[in-house]
């Protein structure tokens, strides 16, 4: 049976595969967009509570996490947020900035969605969905690759199938598996941007279930200052999502509860207000509920005036680094991406493709590149797919 041929045959119909066709296709390259899912950009559509935060106009190299810290310098400065934007725009697609520049839509993700496939079709690409690639060989300088139980046949095979982070969309390690059948190596992929369960003597905090405050949070030498949420299970928001990347099991993190307090500002609550009690000036700054929890973990009974300054510099030593040991995180179920993955040493950063195996392209979550939180991994996935779509 002679399998159906193309320019290039791309696995995973999500933000960086729908980019990477679209620019191959303006290209004039016949691309095959396939995808084991029934509708294209699945996670796009959950993304920013439905409202895509799809790209941060903070966007630098720096701010992901890589086996290379400089591999991912040359896609996204060729790639920039500001291009994006100006697609988005070019839609007609209204959009806000929220907090640390994070961009959303105005309405609904499913724009960006309907915008990425428009593209794709002005392009001329073949999308399958709903069919997935079962089996895939290269000989002769083609990769043919086995769909629905047809052959189809290109000299490029591009793999923008993401990583294992929320198996309920279907997510899946194929990717990894196709690298390694090439003789890739694949960073031992884990949960990123996840929240953090507690468990033993920390369990007590399960009680602040509900409960946010602004914090700075750290892990060894990174910091991050956003909300933190207190969960039934343990820890998560934007503060501890993104310390969650970096975060090594069995590892202590640091809470800062109060980071705008200066340095002796308990001992000047004593002098100011001898008969306040902590849980009361503690709950000027913090929640109620957390300011109580706190109050009693710290053991300081009575008023400030009959505290000793030592005992008040202990306490506030313990709230501006407050030790919780994570049990672990809630895994790639709740993990919003997941950070490893194929091996950067062995691709190009200019064009994504391996080196050994020429024609072999990996993009966006499938590769060992992982962002912050807001916006920095759906701009990876678009300069990824740009790189990789312009060297087809």
């Not at 193309?6 to 933000?15: E, S, Y």
């Not at 004039?28 to 509570?49: N, T, Y």
């Not at 490029?156 to 993401?162: H, K, M, R, Y």
Request: net charge neutral; with cysteine; glycine share 12%.
């Amino acid at each position: 049976m002679n399998a159906e041929s193309f320019d290039a045959i791309v696995l995973g119909a999500g933000a960086a595969g729908m980019m990477c066709a679209a620019t191959a296709g303006v290209r004039g390259r016949r691309v095959l967009l396939v995808d084991h899912a029934d509708e294209p950009g699945k996670k796009i559509l959950i993304s920013g509570g439905g409202r895509c935060n799809f790209t941060n106009i903070h966007t630098a190299a720096d701010r992901y996490l890589s086996g290379n810290p400089h591999f991912a310098k040359s896609a996204l400065g060729r790639y920039t947020p500001q291009d994006f934007l100006a697609l988005v725009e070019g839609y007609g697609i209204a959009w806000h900035e929220k907090t640390l520049g994070q961009l959303f839509c105005d309405g609904s993700a499913r724009q960006i969605v309907d915008m990425l496939m428009e593209e794709c079709a002005k392009a001329g690409v073949t999308t399958m969905l709903g069919h997935a690639a079962t089996a895939i060989n290269h000989r002769d300088g083609r990769f043919e690759v086995s769909i629905g139980g047809r052959e189809y046949a290109a000299p490029a095979l591009v793999l923008a199938t993401g990583g294992p982070s929320i198996p309920k969309l279907g997510a899946t390690g194929f990717a990894y598996d196709i690298a390694r059948q090439f003789g890739l190596s694949v960073v031992h992929p884990r949960p990123a941007l996840v929240p953090f369960a507690l468990g033993g003597d920390e369990a007590l905090f399960r009680s602040l279930s509900g409960v946010s405050a602004d914090v700075e949070v750290r892990w060894q030498k990174v910091r991050f200052r956003e909300a933190a949420l207190f969960t039934h299970r343990g820890l998560s928001g934007p503060a501890m999502l993104q310390i969650s990347s970096y975060w090594q099991h069995r590892t202590p993190i640091g809470v800062n509860f109060l980071p705008d307090a200066g340095p002796d500002w308990l001992i000047r609550q004593k002098q100011t207000q001898p008969r306040a009690f902590l849980k009361r000036v503690l709950a000027a700054q913090l929640p109620a509920r957390l300011a109580d929890a706190l109050a009693e973990r710290l053991g300081l009974e009575g008023e400030l005036g009959n505290v000793s300054d030592k005992a008040l510099r202990a306490a506030e030593a313990r709230l501006t680094d407050w030790s919780f040991t994570p049990s672990g995180t809630e895994g790639f179920a709740k993990a919003e991406v997941t950070a490893g993955g194929i091996s950067v040493d062995g691709l190009s950063s200019r064009t994504m493709m391996a080196t050994r195996v020429p024609g072999l392209y990996a993009i966006g979550e499938a590769v060992d590149v992982t962002g912050w939180l807001g916006g920095y991994n759906f701009q990876w996935a678009w300069a990824s797919g740009r790189a990789a779509g312009e060297a087809i």
